[in-house]
């Protein structure tokens, strides 16, 4: 990873760079920003991932035992969905308390928060103990999630973009999305280890509870980890000289909602294709198939692992031949995939090792390069809010619904069903490429 030093503009440069450290004896490097992106990343991605194999193994017998396994694991995607609802939410409220008070004040209430909120989930009671409640607690801790969600924005993503190397943009681009992967294969290993050691009664007792208070550990190191770089007076005057800083939101909608839009939808096709090869086949095999879930989190974890190496491959690949490009072909592959893949589920443990393998190493090439395809258009002194909401209406939109919509599909039509859904998505994503090319060359 290169460790070239950041130079930064002078404040009155007009928007040209010069060569000037903001501290002689500590120039930051684009190494530096990434170490913080890829904890920050991690430590939300396992969160997410925690709760997502609670919602399939654990939530549908713990909350909702009087509903049959089916139902009872929608009624859990469904609040699943509840955090990408509350997330723009939490955006609005924590950008207001960064404008007032400060980067280091907006992150540490939204970790907090975060890890609370993880907490409540790893105590959370069942129906049979205390009845509707339990599906309250639930549904409160993971809103709280959401909202928390939205105000860990901290810019290092948008930062790293902003200075990396021009001949490097899509290496420095797919560092931020390592941390999706990172998170499934702790989060799928941690449960794998628990159901393969443990009885079914201690499981449900206690031991699927443990990945919940992982997770909160892992948020307070990823706080103190994030808090020692953003507050240090070379990170603020950064922020600073980049225009990162957070703007009024609404008109940020105004002058950005455009460049917003487009940009939540370029990504949907990746969004909806990691639902497709993380949560909802899992859903599926636990409910149609006799396979052994312990043994499909473990297929995970390992493409997972080959995920990883396809988000490097993409770095490689965008700045030999171009995000757009990339973005547009990997769309169509995934789109190839939404027609013959999902069957493979149903073809025992070949079946879904190629599903798995298959889908993580399109995931990757598609996902590497999918944060942050129209940052450039948005105006400088909007871009850290502009980014921010793009982000959160980008996993709205194409995550937030993803696991409920494709097992409703599935279990309605078949499997076949759910793959036209995924092909929704990378159309969608092709249409939005062209959009944002068209509005680029007219500007």
Do not use: C
């Amino acid at each position: 990873m290169s460790t070239t030093p950041i130079s930064t503009p002078a404040p009155n440069a007009g928007g040209h760079r010069e060569a000037a450290y903001l501290d002689a004896d500590h120039p930051i490097s684009p190494g530096e920003i990434a170490i913080g992106v890829i904890l920050g990343r991690t430590s939300e991605f396992f969160d997410y991932f925690v709760f997502a194999i609670a919602a399939v193994l654990v939530f549908p017998a713990l909350v909702f035992p009087f509903a049959d396994p089916l139902v009872g694991t929608l009624y859990s995607f469904a609040i699943f969905a509840l955090a990408f609802i509350a997330r723009p939410v939490g955006s609005a409220i924590f950008m207001e308390i960064d404008r007032r008070h400060g980067r280091e004040v907006k992150l540490t209430i939204a970790l907090v928060l975060l890890g609370s909120a993880t907490v409540v989930m790893g105590f959370l009671p069942g129906y049979d103990q205390v009845g509707l409640l339990s599906v309250l607690i639930l549904s409160v801790a993971r809103v709280a999630q959401g909202l928390a969600l939205g105000g860990v924005w901290d810019g290092l993503a948008s930062l790293l973009s902003l200075n990396a190397p021009e001949n490097r943009r899509g290496w420095y681009a797919m560092i931020p999305q390592l941390g999706a992967p990172l998170g499934l294969i702790v989060a799928s290993l941690l449960f794998a280890y628990f159901r393969a050691t443990l009885s079914q009664s201690d499981f449900f007792e206690w031991g699927w509870r443990y990945p919940f208070f992982v997770a909160f550990a892992i948020n307070v190191v990823a706080l103190f980890a994030r808090l020692r770089m953003v507050s240090t007076p070379q990170f603020e005057r950064l922020f600073a000289s980049r225009d990162l800083q957070p703007s009024p939101l609404v008109p940020t909608l105004r002058e950005e909602g455009r460049n917003i839009v487009i940009g939540a939808f370029i990504p949907l096709a990746s969004f909806a294709m990691f639902h497709m090869v993380t949560v909802f086949p899992l859903s599926w095999v636990v409910l149609q198939t006799d396979s052994s879930p312990t043994r499909f989190l473990v297929f995970e974890s390992i493409g997972a692992a080959l995920g990883v190496l396809a988000i490097v491959a993409s770095g490689v690949l965008a700045d030999l031949y171009g995000r757009r490009a990339l973005l547009s072909v990997s769309a169509g592959a995934i789109a190839a995939f939404s027609g013959f893949a999902p069957q493979l589920l149903g073809g025992g443990t070949l079946g879904e090792i190629s599903y798995v393998v298959i889908g993580f190493l399109i995931l990757g090439i598609s996902f590497g390069q999918s944060s942050g395809a129209v940052a450039s258009n948005f105006d400088g002194h909007r871009r850290y809010t502009s980014s921010a909401l793009t982000s959160d209406i980008a996993w709205l939109l194409g995550a937030g619904f993803a696991p409920f919509v494709a097992l409703v599909l599935a279990s309605s039509f078949g499997i076949a069903a759910a793959g036209g859904y995924l092909l929704s998505g990378a159309v969608v994503t092709l249409v939005a490429l062209a959009a944002n090319r068209t509005l680029a060359s007219r500007t």
